[in-house]
Structure formats: structure tokens, C-alpha cells
């Protein structure tokens, strides 16, 4: 039964570090060579349709048939050049990871032998099988027509032999079926709202970006012990495994000096990352065994995030050359940390402005005050949506664990601006302010920057902390698509620019000026957010009490918290800035109690399998030979000498027998319960019911196994053991 564990463990002790050289020492000889970027544009088009590329990436205007043709010519031309044979729209459904179908560039020519070929029709649109993918019930199979279109805005690429073209994903009639199209409406909604509120400080700007620099935790684990995992193949975590004697208890993983084969993988797949234009920069241990990050140079939201998913995808292939599988699940092993993903967010102008950092005068203070005094209301007003756009059957085994942040939103801010925004809260009055409190308030705000210059305060515990320069959503999950938490962010900040804007504007049509116009809105704003702010340890339980005191929310349960996206104010941010049509956040909706109830689903049938078919068969061979054993006792010596030596045994075996049949009772509950739960029609009540029926089986199951562990002879174990799995190199 052990055969596979040893076998796989013998494999890992015989493997060496590959070596990895980067192809020049200079990143920049061969950064985005697989990428069809601006330059190579430049190259392969003609200037009309490099013009017609360049308009539609600024204005997000349409390119016309003729212009695709030629574009597409050039791609192709560029592409066959680097020996790409194939290409495929390449897109983010509603699943976990992106799709693509590749096709040749073949086609019959018209004297009917074969050429190759690539027609401006291809490049721009195309027609995959919509029915294949989740929607939430948005179209019906029988009408399973949904086109994708290229993203002008998202550079094509070449991966292996095929061409990539990064595409928007929607039904014929027009509902969005990815998390692209969605993301880019709340990146425009939040251009224009931020546009209008940079007016009153600087008339030059006419265009604000949303930033994204992603940090993606992961774990490495020898690809011979996954494979004597199923829990770990089927669900992408380990479902039973007593913890490892040490683990992270030492804190010695964290910025230690990383392991010569993990080193070898960090090298190879940084490698592709760069040929294909993506910035990663950072690389480090972290802190449970066999944990890693890797963190890029932030870049545009909308092409950070193509780069997020390519990454993970370039990081998946490239393990396997290393003989290692990377894990993104959030909670692979109980115990330990688990993994996330750190979203650092800010947005700019294109005046080449920060709007999440102090400015350069009194001016600019002022209006990253203002913006930063929005993002904190924003999440106030927004704290449910943004739980939602993270909490997913995955991440709700780290959020609250003591270990990331807690399901309660706070935002840190550190003690510098805290002070400042109650300097401000003080000095604003209502009545018109005098000139010499105008100037005491704005020199105390003119003092920002030296103050954050040397301002290092850092909160680690806080779902949503400011670091300077950008906001770091720290909730995210390790495999989650970032457009979920970047569709919520941007767009609650758009609702919450709007409503600045209409706030002020009432105020200066009164006849107050607009400085003071702004200073009174912003105090009201700091006042009526106020409780979402928090410097302390979020993940203490005084912190758990308080926030429940200031009346903030806290929910753990997934389907309840999906709940959100539908409440009076999620609507108002989503479909109030034209998001999402009402049938398109429905169907999300949907799709996401579905995902959640197919893990759980999967989980219960995964765990009850290793449970009845490999754990309670070894226990059984266990017992055997305990039972043998204590037989061969008796026959051997005499009563007295046998009750002697033969009691702990006797305890071991009932022990065993115990748990063997409280096992299979709790399995055969959990089949019952899900059986009650598949009945249910509702996607929501199904759900619930994994939730609240189904799931509470795994720890009580898991218990059981885990003390078992403990008791069977190490030789028969057949799954690699938590030690093996974290600390064979
Ligand atoms: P830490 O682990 O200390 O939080 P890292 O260096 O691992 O920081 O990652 C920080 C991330 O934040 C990087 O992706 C970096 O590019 C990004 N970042 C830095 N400045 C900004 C900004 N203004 N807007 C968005 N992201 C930023
Ligand atoms: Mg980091």
C-alpha cells in the first residue's frame, strides 16, 4: 500500500538541481521578444494600421475590417518568424484559469493546396462554444453562441509554437461571459469619475489609470510525492495529514536563502516571464515550508492582471521541468500558512501623477488627500461587495485563520495620516473658515510628504492597508483571477468619486469655495468612515469584538457572503456605473454558489474515497497485525505474564477499531447529506446547504485520519506524511 510513497520518496532523494542560465545578463536583450509589442507593431504594420492600433489602445475605439487585415497579415508575418504555426483567442472565462483553442494558420488556397493564412476576420473575432463554460444560466445551451474579440489594449504573445491573442469573452447578445469585459468598464467608469475630481486641481489631466502589482505566493512540491496525493491532484489541497513535528514554528523559511531546485524553477520560469514582457522583479522564500513569492513591476491593471494569469500558467508548465508541481490553492496544508495574493492598487493620472501619493505642493496634498479620504469610504461603504469579490471556498480557510487577514474589512492607514485626518476633522468647521485657520490646515497638510518619506509603518494583520503610494488588498486568494477584487475596488471607487463630485459641487453652487468645499466634504466622509479604520493586530479576537461594536461586518460563510454582490448598494456601484446589466450580475452570482458547491462537492467525494479505500483498509491491516500479535502472547505465556504485557496493545487495538468505525460512520452521514444537498434546485440553498450540512464533515473525518497517523505503522502509511511533503528536498 506504501509502495507508491516510498517509491516517490526515493525519487525526490535522487534528484538534482537542473542548471539554469539566463540567456544574457542584461534582462533587457531579451525582454518581451515573445511579445508583439509597440515596437514590433512599429515594424511589421504599415503606419496606417500601427495608427489604427495606437488610436483604438488610447480612445478604446474599434478597429475597421480593413485595418484588422493588415494587422493581422503583419502578426502573422511577425509570428511565423519566431516558428508560431497556431493561434488562439486567448480569454478569462468564469473558471479558474484562462481558455484558448489553437488553431493553424492553414486554409486551402484557391487552387486547393494548402497555405498558410491569417485573415483580419480570425485576428478580431472568433466563435468558441459558449455552452462549455460557467454563466449562470445567461444563455441557454440550445443558443450557445458567444464570440471573443481582441483586446487591443493587451498585447498579443507567443507561447511555445502559438500565437496568443488576449480576447474579450461575450454572448451574441452581448452579456459579458469573462471577468475582462467587466474589468474594463470599471477601469473606464473610474477614468472618467477620477478625471472629473482631478479637475479641481490640475485642468490637464484627461485620463486616469488603475494600477495593479500583484504579489502571487505559492507552494513547490515534488511533482513524484503529488502524484501520491490525490487529495492534492483532485483538489489542489491536502484534505487529511497530522502536521509535521516542525513546521513553521521556527520561523526560519521567510527570506531564508532559497533552495537550490526551487532557485533552478524561479530562474527558468522568470526566464519566459521576460521573453514574455512580464516585469517580475521579486522572488523570495516565505514563511511555511516550501513556500514561495514572486512579484512583478506593477503595471496597467487590465495587463497586469493578463500577466498574473500567463504566470501562473508559465509557472505550472515550467515546474513540471523541474520535476516539481506549484500549488495555488489557498490552504494546501492545515497548520501552516496558506497562500495569497497581495494586490497593491493606486491610481494615476496622465499627467504622470500618483493620486495615492502626497504631491509635490500644497495643491497636490490636497488632492491625495481627497483621494486617499475616498478609497477609505469607499470601503467602508463597500465592505460587503469587497468580501465578496474574494471570499471563495479556498480563501475562507485563510481569512480569519490567524495567519491573513481576518474576514472583516479594515483599512490601516498608520499613525502619521491618522493624525492628519483628525487634524482635519478638528480644524473644518462648518462656518467659514478664517484665512489664518485656512493656512494652519494647509500647512499641516503641505507636511505630508516629509512625514510619509520616513513613515515605515507597516501592518501585516489589515485586509487593506496603505503603503505610501498604493493601497495593498491583502485578502485576495493565491489562485484567484485579479479582476474579482480589482472589478469591486475600481468600481465602488467610481461610485464614491461620482458622489464626491456631486457633494462638492452642491457645496460650491451654496457659494463656498472650492477649497473649503472639499475640506468640508472630506471631513464628513472621515467622520462617517471612520470605523473601517484600524491600526491594531487584525488578527485578534479584541479586534473580532470591536469590530462588532463599530457595526462591521463579518462573515465567514461563503454562500453568505456571495449574498453581497446583490444587496441595494453592491447594485448601485455595479450596475449604477454600467458594470454589469442586472442579468449579468444574477448570472455571476450564480456561477459563483455553483463553483463553491462543486469544491465542496468534489472535496466530500475526494475525501470520503482516501477515507473508505486507503485509510480504513491500512487501518484494518494495522489491526491485523496487532491482533496477530497480541494472539501469538497468549498462546505463549501464561495468563498472569499476558495481561501483564498485553494491555497496551489491547488499548491500540480498540483505539484503532474505534476510529476505524467512527470513520465510516461519519463518511456514510456526509454521503447522506450531500445526497439531501444535490436535491436541492436553487444554486443559492445548495450552497448553504454544502456549507452547513456537507463541509463540517471534513474536520471530524480529518480528525480521525490524522490520529490514526499517528498510530499505524510508518511502513504501511500510503500517503506522503506533511513532513515529507514540506521538508524532502
Ligand atoms: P511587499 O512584500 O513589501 O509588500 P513587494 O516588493 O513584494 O512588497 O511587492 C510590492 C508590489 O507593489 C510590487 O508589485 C510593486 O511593483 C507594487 N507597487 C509599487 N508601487 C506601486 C504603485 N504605485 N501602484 C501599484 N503597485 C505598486
Ligand atoms: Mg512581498
Not at 114 to 121: P, V
Not at 233 to 256: P, V
Not at 470 to 483: D, I, K, L, P, T
Request: glycine share 6%.
Amino acid at each position: 500500500m506504501a509502495e507508491l510513497r516510498f517509491k516517490a520518496l526515493e525519487e525526490v532523494f535522487s534528484r538534482k538541481p537542473q542548471k539554469v542560465e539566463f540567456p544574457s545578463n542584461e534582462v533587457s536583450d531579451y525582454f518581451g521578444v515573445n511579445v508583439f509589442d509597440m515596437p514590433k507593431m512599429e515594424k511589421f504594420l504599415n503606419r496606417e494600421a500601427f495608427r489604427s492600433v495606437l488610436t483604438a489602445i488610447d480612445e478604446g475605439s474599434s478597429i475597421d475590417r480593413k485595418m484588422a487585415e493588415q494587422i493581422a497579415t503583419g502578426m502573422r508575418a511577425w509570428a511565423a518568424g519566431m516558428g508560431a504555426t497556431h493561434y488562439t483567442h486567448w480569454f478569462h472565462p468564469l473558471t479558474d484559469g484562462t481558455a484558448e483553442k489553437h488553431d493553424a494558420f492553414i486554409e486551402f488556397g484557391v487552387s486547393g493546396d494548402i497555405i498558410e493564412n491569417f485573415s483580419g476576420k480570425l485576428l478580431a473575432q472568433q466563435e468558441p462554444d459558449a455552452s462549455s463554460f460557467p454563466s449562470g444560466g445567461l444563455r441557454n445551451t440550445f443558443e450557445a453562441r458567444g464570440y471573443t474579440a481582441w483586446d487591443v489594449s493587451s498585447p498579443a504573445f507567443i507561447v511555445d509554437t502559438t500565437l496568443c491573442i488576449p480576447t474579450v469573452f461575450v454572448s451574441y447578445t452581448g452579456v459579458a461571459l469573462d471577468y475582462k469585459v467587466p474589468l474594463l468598464k470599471t477601469m473606464n467608469a473610474l477614468d472618467k469619475a477620477a478625471v472629473d475630481v482631478c479637475q479641481y486641481f490640475d485642468k490637464n489631466v484627461t485620463k486616469v489609470y488603475a494600477n495593479l502589482g500583484w504579489e502571487q505566493e505559492y507552494f513547490l512540491i515534488d511533482n513524484a510525492l503529488f502524484n501520491s496525493r490525490p487529495d492534492l491532484i483532485l483538489t489542489g489541497r491536502t484534505l487529511m495529514g497530522h502536521q509535521s513535528s516542525k513546521d513553521q514554528q521556527l520561523d526560519d523559511h521567510y527570506f531564508g536563502s532559497i533552495p537550490e531546485r526551487a532557485g533552478a524553477f524561479m530562474k527558468d520560469f522568470e526566464i519566459e516571464a521576460y521573453k514574455l514582457g512580464i516585469p517580475v522583479k521579486t522572488r523570495h522564500n516565505e514563511v511555511a515550508p516550501n513556500q514561495f513569492e514572486c512579484a512583478p513591476i506593477f503595471e496597467e491593471v487590465n495587463l497586469a492582471n493578463d500577466h498574473n494569469q500567463l504566470v501562473m500558467d508559465v509557472m505550472k508548465r515550467v515546474a513540471r521541468r523541474h520535476d516539481f508541481r506549484v500549488l495555488f490553492h489557498e490552504k494546501p496544508f492545515a497548520g501552516i500558512n496558506g497562500s495569497g495574493k497581495h494586490n497593491n492598487w493606486s491610481i494615476a493620472t496622465d499627467t504622470g501623477v500618483n493620486l495615492l501619493s502626497p504631491g509635490k505642493n500644497p495643491k497636490g496634498n490636497l488632492q491625495f488627500l481627497a483621494f486617499l479620504v475616498n478609497v477609505v469610504k469607499a470601503v467602508y461603504d463597500n465592505q460587503d461587495l469587497l468580501r465578496a469579490s474574494i471570499l471563495t471556498a479556498g480563501n475562507s480557510h485563510r481569512l480569519g485563520a490567524n495567519e491573513a487577514p481576518p474576514a472583516i474589512i479594515s483599512v490601516f492607514l498608520g499613525s502619521k495620516l491618522t493624525e492628519i485626518l483628525d487634524e482635519l476633522v478638528e480644524k473644518v468647521t462648518d462656518r467659514k473658515m478664517t484665512p489664518d485657520e485656512k493656512t494652519e490646515l494647509k500647512l499641516g497638510i503641505g507636511k505630508i510628504p516629509e512625514i510619509l518619506l520616513d513613515n515605515t509603518d507597516r501592518n501585516r494583520t489589515s485586509p487593506f492597508a496603505f503603503t505610501g503610494n498604493r493601497f495593498e488588498f491583502r485578502a485576495v486568494g493565491s489562485a484567484a483571477n485579479c479582476s474579482t477584487s480589482m472589478i469591486a475596488l475600481n468600481a465602488a471607487m467610481a461610485n464614491q468619486l461620482k458622489d464626491f463630485k456631486v457633494d462638492v459641487d452642491q457645496l460650491i453652487e451654496k457659494g463656498i469655495k472650492k477649497d473649503e468645499a472639499i475640506f468640508q466634504i472630506m471631513k464628513r466622509y472621515i467622520l462617517e468612515s471612520e470605523n473601517i479604520r484600524f491600526e491594531g493586530d487584525g488578527y485578534s479576537e479584541e479586534w473580532e469584538k470591536e469590530a462588532k461594536k463599530r457595526g462591521l461586518t463579518n462573515i465567514i460563510s461563503v454562500p453568505e457572503s456571495i449574498e453581497k454582490y446583490l444587496t441595494e448598494q453592491s447594485k448601485k456601484v455595479l450596475i449604477g456605473n454600467g458594470i454589469f446589466i442586472d442579468a449579468e450580475l444574477e448570472g455571476r452570482v450564480e456561477v459563483e454558489y455553483e463553483k463553491f458547491t462543486k469544491k465542496i462537492q468534489i472535496e466530500a467525494r475526494v475525501l470520503g474515497d482516501l477515507a473508505i479505500n486507503h485509510i480504513v483498509p491500512t487501518a484494518i491491516t494495522y489491526q491485523n497485525t496487532l491482533l496477530e500479535n497480541v494472539q501469538g502472547l497468549k498462546d505463549l505465556f501464561s495468563k498472569e505474564e499476558f495481561n501483564d504485557m498485553a494491555g497496551a496493545r489491547l488499548e491500540l487495538i480498540k483505539e484503532v477499531s474505534f476510529r476505524i468505525s467512527t470513520i465510516k460512520k461519519l463518511v456514510n452521514k456526509m454521503i447522506e447529506e450531500r445526497k439531501v444537498a444535490n436535491k436541492v434546485t436553487s444554486e443559492k440553498d445548495k450552497a448553504i446547504q454544502y456549507d452547513e450540512k456537507v463541509r463540517p464533515f471534513f474536520d471530524k473525518i480529518r480528525y480521525e485520519i490524522d490520529k490514526l497517523e499517528l498510530m499505524v505503522d510508518n511502513e504501511i502509511w500510503p500517503l506522503p506524511k506533511y513532513r515529507e511533503l514540506l521538508f524532502t528536498r
